[in-house]
């Protein structure tokens, strides 16, 4: 059975989850505990501020991650007790993904009277697919499951970064399933790139790898310093620094991370999505002040077939900068 590839040891694994499991446990207490005193508060204040209930919005969206949280460990832990062949496991596992990564995102979308519109949505329809996804939003990354492997059923395989391992029921679950969890800002290390590739390893027809090309939500002000380490790279081409300049809405591609997918399955499809509305919650500081109640979401996918999609190098460097391109366009006219 794959599982996730991390060189991390043994003793920071269980020292990482004895501390995030420990203040899951606290956390929960003290918020069940308070909770009635707390959403009488909330409310008095986002009455008096004319705030769209927006502080109340975010405690009740701290209950539920609390409560999914705790019941995707307890889960997790039945699971693991049950045992099985591999298959048996990752299927368990990958449904369990499924309902907790959803169950997020329909709790999201109903708290905070989301409009979510998905148009393309079969392009995730089978695999094996590499999805190429954009990142704006701590909210983005349940889309993928929530939106295309619970309705279709496609099991995929996350490069995420390392400090979402402070997730209890993520760490947990993460690890025995194959993803990837990368040092943000690693500058695409021999040994990041190595992980990634090792995802696309005998992917399956309901099976594809979801990576964030851009490493990072986008910013003004993180666009412009990726421009600037363009500018001053020797390896940067012509064509690549003036693709990042006419990007408006994301982040030039990190390119190594998708070129070392194409290279490993040579067969797979590979799937955009494009989407707008999040970009107003990085943090939950931004839940707080009520940016994301009653936005529409837009999320736009479209598929390319493997054999549109060069062989050489440098061929799949400008097909991968004219599709990021249309990435960049499809979230300007949302």
Not at 49 to 68: D, F, H, N, P
Not at 102 to 114: M, Y
Not at 155 to 172: A, G, S
Request: aromatic share 4%; glycine share 8%.
């Amino acid at each position: 059975m794959m599982t996730t590839h991390d060189e991390e040891g043994n003793a920071a694994r269980l020292l990482r989850r004895a501390v995030s499991l420990t203040t899951l446990l606290v956390a929960s207490v003290a918020l069940t505990a308070l909770a009635p005193l707390l959403l009488a508060i909330t409310v008095v204040v986002d009455v008096a501020q004319r705030a769209r209930l927006a502080l109340t919005r975010t405690l009740l969206m701290v209950l539920t991650w609390i409560a999914y949280e705790l019941a995707g460990v307890l889960l997790a832990g039945g699971l693991w007790l049950r045992g099985g062949n591999a298959e048996r496991v990752i299927e368990g596992h990958f449904r369990l993904q499924c309902w907790w990564a959803g169950g997020l995102f329909d709790a999201t979308r109903a708290l905070f009277q989301l409009r979510v519109e998905v148009t393309g949505d079969a392009a995730a329809e089978g695999g094996p697919v590499l999805m190429l996804a954009r990142h704006a939003s701590v909210a983005d990354t349940l889309l993928a499951a929530a939106l295309l492997s619970r309705p279709y059923g496609l099991r995929l395989r996350y490069v995420l970064k390392r400090e979402l391992l402070w997730d209890p029921c993520l760490d947990i679950v993460g690890h025995r399933l194959p993803n990837a969890f990368v040092r943000r800002g690693s500058r695409d290390t021999a040994g990041d790139v190595a992980a990634v590739r090792s995802l696309a390893s005998g992917l399956g027809p309901r099976d594809g790898v979801l990576i964030f090309p851009e490493g990072t939500r986008a910013t003004p002000a993180l666009r412009a310093r990726a421009i600037e380490r363009l500018d001053a790279s020797p390896t940067a081409t012509g064509p690549q620094r003036e693709a990042a300049r006419r990007l408006k809405h994301v982040l030039p591609p990190r390119l190594e991370g998708v070129l070392a997918l194409l290279e490993a399955d040579p067969g797979a499809d590979v799937v955009l999505l494009a989407h707008a509305g999040l970009d107003s919650v990085r943090t939950l500081a931004d839940l707080r002040r009520g940016t994301l109640v009653g936005q529409r979401v837009r999320v736009h996918l479209w598929r390319c077939p493997r054999a549109e999609i060069p062989d050489d190098r440098e061929g799949r460097i400008a097909w991968l900068l004219a599709q990021w391109q249309r990435v960049d366009d499809a979230v300007g006219a949302g």
